[in-house]
């Protein structure tokens, strides 16, 4: 082989190899890993120890992106969909409760482009009996900033003048509720500028009367922040756009500023026990699957992700989500594998009756944040169980 043919040969692997790591490059930036990886490398992870006098509060609150319309179904799909939620939920878990003696909670964060009334009856319904909430989920795109306040104070009166859902917060009097981004574009952050094209949207949130937002984590996206695995306040950055990436940590003795959009964020990290091709750890997200379904080694990984407010360490806020209204997610919720998850909780409480987990809605985790800054006991927070019946699978309030 003569020394050409070498120096080819060598040219080759130089050039093949730079285009290979261009293409991962791509791909990194594609799953927003340049964004969050470094933080979660560089973070801590908080401990699960019983050991302790103090026991150990977990409170569970799952943000469903509820899309009956997922798919583009005729409506009376859309509606049977709704329909089997309103019946079945009930059901199945009327009979599970938590340390408080509270059912699980589920929010429905309801997409404003999909508003009929007929599916929004049904849910009030569901809410008032005492199994969850509803709050706002939107997607949008090329969107104007009066567009934006023009749909969000539309669906907000919708929701309550017309359902009796959402509330009225008790300082102000005026309707507040809970937001979800659709396409986790909050701030217009996608890289390309799709799904929102209004910069400065932390403003007209806390105009409306946004009471916190429950979006990120994104990943994997490029709209992923680098601020991960806190419960933190939001503000609007000259530039505008993304100015959720980062902000201030809620903290104990600190109080909620008027002009920051409490950020409450789900878990965020690598699962090493799940690996693809055998090797690279895949993402633990906090997505509720069918084919990743909520289990009790899940549970672990969201608890050490150490998603707390700042001086109040024993107590662990899960923020999941999930799209229940997908067809092969919502035969997982809907039946046995849910089920046997809150019986695992309930069996670990048991076990270990320092391990406290608490059903709540978006609002109450809200809540509790606010009263762990102030140092209020949650008991101020968590009211009673409401009184409800299941006959032949139907709601009886």
Known sequence: MTWWMLAAGLGGLLIGGAVSLRRTWRSVRACGLDRW?????????????????????????????????????????????????????????????DVDGRPPQHTFFFPQDEYRPEYLDRLSDLVHAGFGDVDIHLHHDADTP????????????????????????????????????????????????????????????????????????????????????????????????????????????????????????????????????????????????????????????????????????????VKLHTHGCKPVNSAMWLGDTVRKFHQDLADRHRQQPGFRYHYVTAWELAQLVHAAESGQPFSDVLSPPELVTVTSGQLSI
């Not at 026991?55 to 609150?61: E, R, T, Y």
């Not at 509720?177 to 909050?186: D, E, K, M, S, V």
């Not at 756009?241 to 964020?265: C, F, T, W, Y």
Request: hydrophobic share 35%.
């Open 146 to 317: 009066d567009g934006l306040r023009e749909k969000l104070e539309t669906f907000r009166d919708q929701l309550h003048h017309r359902h009796g859902l959402l509330r009225t917060d008790p300082h102000t009097g005026r309707v507040v509720y809970g937001f979800i981004h659709g396409n986790w574009a909050l701030c217009n952050s996608r890289r390309d500028g799709r799904w929102c094209g209004v910069d400065h949207e932390i403003p007209i949130l806390l105009e409306t009367g946004c009471y916190a937002d429950f979006t990120m984590p994104s990943a994997p996206s490029d709209t992923q922040t680098t601020t991960i695995n806190s419960i933190y306040y939001a503000f609007d950055r000259p530039e505008g756009r993304k100015s959720h990436d980062r902000g201030e940590r809620a903290r104990v003795g600190r109080r909620a500023p008027d002009n920051g959009l409490l950020m409450i964020q789900g878990p965020l990290g690598f699962d090493f026990a799940r690996r693809k091709w055998g090797l690279v750890p895949r993402i633990e997200n906090g997505d509720l699957l069918a084919s990743h379904p909520p289990n009790i080694r899940r549970l672990d990984g969201w608890l050490t992700a150490g998603v707390t407010v700042t001086g109040r360490p024993r107590w662990r806020f």
């Open 37 to 97: 990886a470094p933080s979660y490398l560089l973070s801590d992870r908080l401990p699960l120890s019983l050991e302790d006098d103090e026991p150990l509060d977990v409170f569970i609150a799952v943000c469903d992106h509820f899309e009956p319309e997922w798919g583009k179904p005729d409506r009376r799909t859309a509606l049977a969909r709704v329909d089997e939620w309103c019946r079945r939920y009930p059901a199945l878990f009327a009979d599970c409760r």
